[in-house]
């Protein structure tokens, strides 16, 4: 008789026991980062996580995520989305602090920065799709190039990478290398400009995929993608996912969006720093679910974190970790400045010994010394005797600081070209005081932000 009281005592207390643990985690349970439960984000759609990863030959550097977006699809209602995060975006990381988001793949690869995107942005991910650029210009000549709308002229060339673009404005069919010159590269507009470029070109690809002369090439794109695609979606699930994507786009278009939020520097480091309340608004209208209380007041907490990490930051109270993936950043960029410098000192030995023979090492010597300013060397190219004073006082008030460059021979357009692809610097001749066309073409050894070749059109 004891026996059975005790065995239903104990079972009381188990049942106690079960429903306090459901209790507290009901009340209590586990969170991201993005004080959401896993349970409480977002899974109304088929969430696939797309990453371009640019691997690096260097020994211990896996690389990083150079392209990063979410696919999501209603199968229901033959709806798909795209949401493009920009690489810079400013987050948290499981681990290492605040960084940037391309920094999750080096950090813990392909798991990491699924975690890391699923917390950025409320909702779960279903699968992953990662791309090797290795591959990439292969793809583009299985499937024999893409027509594209180059909308401006394209030049930029980094000694450290060893990677030069030069396009031409208007319509052109690419082949693999000149699609990688088209996809990778960036203006004044930074990660923004070049989103908008790879969405044209994801739908550029699609076009050509999809055209009536396509079977021809399916053996070689086939071949091609089992080398450069690694992915956890079954081969069924593939094909079911490719026809909806079909019908889809087809139908209504395939929408296209990029994470909220504005370009900022910090501690000399470019980033994209989201708005998280306008972030999760928009996954609620893309996954199709209704803003709830727990969502929304989650969402509203995580914005007031990033506001004070963000404050942190710039007033120099941050995290050891966060210290050290700056302090890495900045040894990245010391490290390009280096070989810049390396690779361009015979041509800057050239001329120095040049500008001393002209008398200008003085004046290049104390402009130097206006720390903060955008130093530009202007060359009178224009044909016009009285072109090149014009032009100097226009920069002058503009705010730029005007070495003289002296002329030379006559050209129709008027270039301005940045010797450096920091964002900001780039950004500011962009704004230069007369209709020109912009190049970057990096050199770490340069006395100047940018060199000014005034044309026969300035005005």
Known sequence: MRSIFEAKILMIVAAVCAVAYMLFGYLNPEKGMDNLAPSDRLNMK????????????EEHDVGRSDTLFVVMFDTDKKAASLLSIPRDTRVRIKGHGWDKINHAYAYGGRELTQNTVEELLGIHINNYVMVDFKGFKGLVDAIGGVDIDVEKDMYYHDTWDGFKIDL????????????????RYRDEEGDIGRIRRQQHFIMAVYERITS???LLHIPGLAKQLTNMVKTDLPLSDMVDLGRTLHSMVKEKGLAMATVPGTPEYIDGISYWLPDITDLREQMVKMQG???????????????QEYTAAVEKAKSGDDSAENKEAVKEEKEQLEKKKEAEAKAGKVSKDAKDDKDAKAGKADQTAEVKKSAGTTVVRLVNCSGSKTAGADAAARLRSAGFTVISGGSGEVVAQTTVISTTNNGAVVGRLSNVPFSHKL?????????????IMLGADYK
């Open 46 to 57: 088929k969430n696939i996580v797309v990453l371009g990863v640019d691997e690096r030959a």
């Open 168 to 183: 031409k404005k208007g319509r052109q069919h690419l082949d693999g290398q000149t699609a990688i010159q088209y996809v």
């Open 212 to 214: 009536a002369n396509m």
């Open 289 to 303: 679910a209704t803003m709830t209380d727990r969502y929304k007041s989650a969402a509203e907490l995580m914005e």
């Open 439 to 451: 190049r970057i073409s990096r050199d770490g050894a340069a006395d100047c932000d940018g060199v």
